[in-house]
C-alpha cells in the first residue's frame, strides 16, 4: 500500500513564511509535471518523515491534490537533519521515472572467515521504471563472496522486471580484501633516515668564506 500525504494550498511564501509553517509542524512544497501549472502546496512533516524512513519513492497525495506523485527532490538543512522543502512530480500509469535506489548487502562473505574484511564500493544506483516498480531498496546476496572476490550490478538480486538500471553491470558494488595493517616504525631504526637540518650550520661541502 502506497504511502498517503495529506496536502493543503499554500498561499503564504518567502523564507518567513516558510518556518512559520515548518514550526507549526508543516512543509513547504511544489507540485509539477504532466504540463500543468506548479502548485503550492504544504504537507504534514510528520507523515512525510514516515515516508521517508520507509523508504518510500512514489506516494499518494490526498486534499486539495490527488493522485500518485514521486518524491523528485528534498531539500534539506546544512546539517542533513531537518527538511526544509520538497518537490513533488505527478506520475501516471505508463510513465516512467528516474531514481536512485539503495543498495543492501545480505548474507555473510566466506572471505571474512580468512580474515578478509567486506566493502561496499556502490550504495546507491539510477534506476528507470514505471511509478508502480520502484523499489524502497535492492539487495545483493553476499554469500558466495570469497577473499579477492568483487561482486558487480549484475549480481543484484531483486532488479525489477520492467527496471533498467542506469549504469554498466560490470560496475563493481561490493569486495572482499583483506584489511590494510598500519605498521608503527621506529623512527631510529628506519635505514636511510636524514639527519635533521640545523638552521644556521654551514654544510662540509661548502666552501669557506
Known sequence: MAEVLQVETRKQFG???NRRLRKSGKLP?????????PVSLSLSEEQFSTSLRHGAKV??????????VLLQDVQWDTFQ????????????????????IPIVLRGVA????????????LRRVEMETSP?????????????????????????DDVPEDAKLLVEDSQACVQCGMPAVELEEDESAVEGSSEPEIVGRKSEDQPGE
Open 29 to 37: 512544497a511544489v507540485l509539477y509535471g504532466h504540463g500543468k501549472e
Open 110 to 121: 566466506p572471505g571474512t572467515n580468512e580474515g578478509g574484511g567486506v566493502e561496499q564500493l
Open 81 to 100: 537533519q531537518k527538511v526544509l522543502h520538497v518537490d513533488l512530480l505527478r506520475v501516471e500509469k505508463g510513465d516512467r521515472v528516474k531514481v536512485e
Open 59 to 68: 506516494v499518494e497525495l490526498a486534499g486539495v491534490e490527488q493522485g500518485q
Open 132 to 156: 508502480a516498480s520502484v523499489p524502497e531498496q535492492l539487495h545483493l546476496s553476499i554469500n558466495r563472496l570469497q577473499l579477492g572476490g568483487t561482486l558487480t550490478v549484475a549480481d543484484i
Open 15 to 17: 523564507k518567513q513564511h
